[in-house]
């Protein structure tokens, strides 16, 4: 690497942590240039692995640390050279040992990839046996089997070799037995979270990962500790990387690893190293300087300290504010966030108070903290224009004045400045009206209600409300009278000038929104078709289809007879269902979510549904409103009963709530339609991706019970700049000869589901000889017209099971090609009709297990309870396809339940039978075995009176050469009366009703 470059990095490791992305580099080349006689190189060095090792956690770092030590150690212990001077007491054995055992120890949290450091230990360790103690070396491997870590069975096997070769013979089976014990609650505690483990592939994982150690009642320290660790080290790699969201990720670790180290009694000079860590890491955070600031006033300082290292709590407010993150250092510099900003200020101002009410302060404090205040109020308002809506630095600097320092009149001009700074916030006239109430200035409060009255404020009615009060408490029955008499008056100036205003927005909105419904943004990076159908890389159509609708505010359309069974000629509906009563479709009420759906984002915390309704609420009738939780920001959809709300919902941009501005846009317009990604892709890897641009609001994904060979998903933003700075993902190669396809997600170019229908366009062909090929079937039924796609069943050897599938691209053709019924072909005679896509004939099996077709179905179904409330098929599949082979997932949404049917029964049971919840979506799943409706778990075989049970007659598919339906009475049946001998089978009295059904019911 260039010199110049390692210098500039080497000058950054001073100022602020860096990964092992820099600190690797630096230290491969002072080791590259090192002379081993040169004492002074090597303690250099050893002061960069210790300063390295401080900022974030990295098991290549450390790992190289220990082969450093043990390199070192070899030479001076090996050879015939002398150590340096000042090396002479540090490279002896019993120094490297305990050198290189504080090093392993950094990583041993580290779950999945300690055991490299710990292996380099132990290998030395044994080497060194000579000149040691068998049973120190006995107890380093035992203490390795009390964590928990990968690897165990390679520990273990190491503690039985030693055991063996160096411990008394008498005494092994004792000592091995009681490393089992130990050994096997360490390897409970991994396996339980190693799918974890392996699944920490982005931030969202880690923070999934804390909160889920956290939810216990007593978190392991050892482990949570550990995943801190990671987690902060892994959002400090991506932040050097430029990932968009990782500051914030990074913050977040820490103030959540500070909190957690404090409650859980961590030592007093532990915590400081932890704090001083944390202010090096994220020295933008006003929340952690603050911890930071609380810390040193209590007094806790780390023990054997220099005085160099001791610091003040001045001397750290300084050095926080000396890296210029706090303030705006000019017009074009970038916006400061005042919610940094203020919880440092308070931490600072409420110190000096602390000991102004102890007696320890000294002649300068009441000055002291004045200014701190007085100059974070200034860098508040210069950091963004809507400063802090909460006043909470004007609020401490008040009752300051108001209580302590008895100085109202300097609380009045504290408001009063406040209030002309904010002058369109009702909240800071309200606060300067109750100050003047406060310190007896009633006149003037009178007149500043009057003067105030009819001025343009965010919220009038609440400065009305107050003037009402004091009129009441303070005022007499005169002044009352003329105040609301003035209210009215200002009620109707406001009334008419919001009428204007709306009126206005209403129209430019509708312009705005007309124009969005001709023109979509198009991606800059390449050429997008216009319509949603795109063919990958591997020939398959993928077109903009509609997801699964969920209740956490997916926006997925659906029609109303997406999932309508086919009526019968007698006007009945059709039963498609395989398990008894349970049907594979739900009917759900059509409704036009795009067009009548708008996301509300940047909602102060605590917002709630009524809020939302009351903002909307003159802009049309409010169908639903959902209110959702992100890790950084809270967001809310509100939909609305027909389209022609939008337009006047879309006017309350900029509006405030709680005295925070939020931001109303179309929902589609930060939504986009992505396809033609890896079939190997999950949601991890979609987040992954599409997170650099922007938080994300929801990723949603297509259920594949209609079409197996679905490949995209919708992945919505929490704002429309993020969608569009995410459009040049379009055409971006993401294997060899594949480029993925992103486009906004225009509810109005969208084509419909081209499957949900598919039933229609789908013929099923049975009949065909095993020599039967695609190109046979496509020149048959191309003359019918376009052959989309073509499916031979083939069995698990890879033989054809005699059937097909023809989809075309239209109902008419597929109609036309029943005309092929009885059609010979390879010397055999074909059935053809219309094809269920809801029972597929492909996934029957019965002649290869002997039961009827719903009992083998359920054989290899299971049913899961407890789903999250906003479960996804298609998220609930891949999540499953990890643990088993799944064919199709139904969800009930009103049961928080799902259908799973599996490729056979052995597939069923991994899920049923395993011992390890399985965790979607913070939740533990409750898997059983999927029983008939409306039959008990377990009960006794029912009797039959001796008489052989015979399966009900039952309408099939037209068989092969006939083209026509087996006429009822010479089915099973009949065959079975006259089987039946001379004996009646039939009951009497009030069974004699009972049909066959009912027996099929009885048996389950």
Not at 92 to 105: C, G, H, N
Not at 166 to 178: C, D, H, I, K, T
Not at 403 to 420: E, F, G, I, R, S
Request: charged share 30%; proline share 4%; with cysteine.
């Amino acid at each position: 690497m260039d010199s110049q470059v390692l210098e500039a990095r080497e000058m950054a490791t001073n100022y602020v942590a860096m990964g092992d992305e820099v600190w690797i580099p630096i230290i491969d080349d002072k080791v590259a240039s090192l002379v081993m006689e040169d004492g002074a190189k090597i303690t250099e060095i050893l002061e960069l692995y210790e300063r390295a090792e401080s900022d974030y956690l990295s098991i290549p770092l450390l790992r190289k640390h220990v082969e450093f030590l043990i390199k070192v150690h070899e030479h001076f212990n090996r050879t015939t050279v002398d150590s340096p001077e000042e090396l002479q007491e540090v490279f002896t054995s019993e120094w490297a040992r305990d050198a290189i055992d504080e090093v392993v120890a950094k990583g041993a949290g580290h779950l999945s990839q300690s055991q490299q450091l710990w292996q380099l230990q132990r290998d030395w360790e044994l080497d060194m046996l000579d000149n040691t103690l068998a049973e120190d070396r006995r107890n380093l491997i035992l203490e390795r089997l009390h964590q928990p870590h990968s690897g165990h069975e390679d520990t273990i096997q190491s503690y039985s070799s030693f055991t063996t070769k160096y411990m008394p013979a008498n005494e092994y089976e004792g000592l091995l037995v009681a490393a089992s014990k130990v050994r096997s609650r360490a390897a409970k505690a991994y396996e339980r979270r190693e799918g974890t483990e392996l699944g920490l592939t982005s931030l969202d994982a880690y923070a999934q990962y804390i909160a889920s150690e956290r939810r216990g009642k007593n978190p392991d320290v050892f482990v949570l500790t550990g995943v801190y660790e990671r987690a902060v080290a892994e959002a400090a790699k991506r932040r050097f990387a430029g990932e968009v969201g990782a500051e914030e990720a990074l913050r977040s670790f820490w103030i959540g690893y500070l909190d957690f180290s404090r409650t859980q009694g961590v030592k007093d000079s532990e915590m400081t190293t932890l704090l001083r860590r944390a202010t090096r890491s994220v020295p933008g955070s006003g929340e952690a300087w603050a911890r930071y600031i609380r810390h040193l006033e209590k007094g806790f300082l780390s023990e054997n300290e220099s005085m160099e290292e001791t610091e003040s709590i001045s001397d750290a407010y300084s050095r926080a504010l000396s890296t210029n993150l706090f303030t705006k250092l000019g017009k074009s510099s970038p916006d400061r966030d005042p919610e940094q900003i203020i919880p440092l200020v308070l931490a600072r101002a409420s110190a000096e108070k602390h000991a102004i009410d102890a007696g320890r302060a000294s002649e300068e404090s009441l000055a002291d903290l004045v200014k701190v205040v007085v100059d974070g109020l200034a860098m508040v308002r210069g950091a963004s224009k809507t400063g802090d809506p909460r006043f909470r630095l004007e609020k401490f600097l008040s009752e300051w004045y108001l209580n302590l320092a008895d100085m109202p009149d300097a609380a009045v001009q504290l408001w009063a400045a406040t209030a002309k700074h904010y002058k369109s916030s009702w909240a800071s006239w309200v606060a300067y009206t109750d100050v003047l109430i406060r310190t007896d200035h009633h006149d003037l409060a009178r007149s500043t209600f009057q003067d105030i009255s009819t001025k343009n404020l965010d919220y009038p009615e609440a400065l009305w409300d107050a003037w009402i009060n004091f009129e009441y408490a303070h005022g007499s029955l005169t002044s009352l009278e003329e105040s609301l008499a003035r209210i009215e008056r200002a009620r109707t100036q406001v009334e008419a000038r919001r009428m204007r205003e709306a009126q206005k927005a209403f129209e430019t909105a509708q312009a705005q929104y007309v124009m969005q419904q001709e023109t979509v943004p198009a991606p800059t990076s390449a050429a997008v078709p216009k319509t949603g159908k795109v063919t990958g890389a591997d020939g398959i159509d993928e077109e903009g289809m509609d997801v699964d609708e969920m209740n956490s505010g997916a926006l997925g359309k659906r029609k109303a007879d997406d999932d309508e069974p086919a009526e019968t000629a007698d006007g009945k509906r059709q039963k498609l269902g395989i398990f008894g009563s349970f049907t594979w479709s739900q009917n759900r009420a059509g409704r036009d979510r795009e067009n009548c759906t708008v996301f509300v984002a940047d909602l102060p915390s605590g917002t709630n549904e009524e809020q939302l309704r009351t903002l909307f609420k003159d802009c049309g009738e409010i169908r639903e409103v959902k209110i959702t939780q992100l890790p950084q920001v809270l967001v809310a959809t509100v939909e609305f009963t027909t389209r022609d709300s939008v337009p006047a919902a879309l006017t309350k941009d900029k509006k405030r709530i709680d005295g925070t501005e939020v931001n109303v846009h179309l929902a589609w317009r930060s939504t986009l339609y992505a396809t033609n990604f890896p079939e190997k892709w999950d949601d991890t890897s979609v987040r992954d991706l599409f997170g650099q641009y922007g938080p994300l609001f929801d990723v949603r994904w297509p259920s594949k019970k209609f079409k197996t060979t679905r490949r995209f998903c919708y992945v919505q933003y929490t704002s429309p700049e993020s969608a569009e700075r995410a459009l040049e993902l379009h055409g971006r190669e993401v294997e060899p000869e594949r480029t993925l396809n992103v486009y906004v997600s225009n509810p109005e170019r969208k084509k419909g589901r081209t499957d949900a229908d598919a039933n229609e366009k789908e013929v099923y062909v049975a009949g065909l000889s095993k020599f039967t090929t695609k190109d046979d079937l496509q020149g048959l039924f191309s003359r019918y017209g376009p052959v989309k796609d073509i499916r031979l069943a083939e069995d698990k050897n890879g033989q054809l099971k005699g059937f097909a599938f023809i989809e075309f691209q239209n109902d008419a053709d597929a109609r036309s090609a029943l005309s092929a019924n009885n059609y010979e072909l390879k010397k055999r005679r074909i059935a053809v009709t219309l094809a269920d896509t809801r029972v597929r004939a492909k996934n029957r099996s019965s002649s290869d297990t002997g039961l009827g077709r719903r009992a083998e179905a359920r054989n290899r179904s299971v049913r899961i309870r407890n789903l999250p409330p906003d479960a996804q098929e298609g998220l609930l599949q891949q999540v499953l396809e990890k643990l088993a082979v799944v064919k199709r997932v139904e969800i009930l949404l009103e049961e928080r339940e799902a259908i799973v049917e599996l490729e056979n029964a052995a597939e069923a049971g991994k899920l049923t039978l395993r011992t390890e919840p399985i965790v979607f979506k913070g939740v533990n799943l409750d898997i059983s075995e999927e029983l008939p409706s409306g039959t008990a778990p377990a009960g006794p075989p029912v009797k039959t009176g001796g008489a052989m049970f015979v399966p009900r007659t039952a309408v099939s598919r037209p068989r092969a050469g006939l083209g026509r339906a087996r006429k009822p009475g010479m089915g099973s049946a009949a065959v079975a009366a006259n089987r039946g001998g001379g004996q009646s089978t039939t009951p009497s009295g009030d069974q004699a009703a009972k049909s066959q059904d009912d027996f099929r019911k009885m048996l389950g």
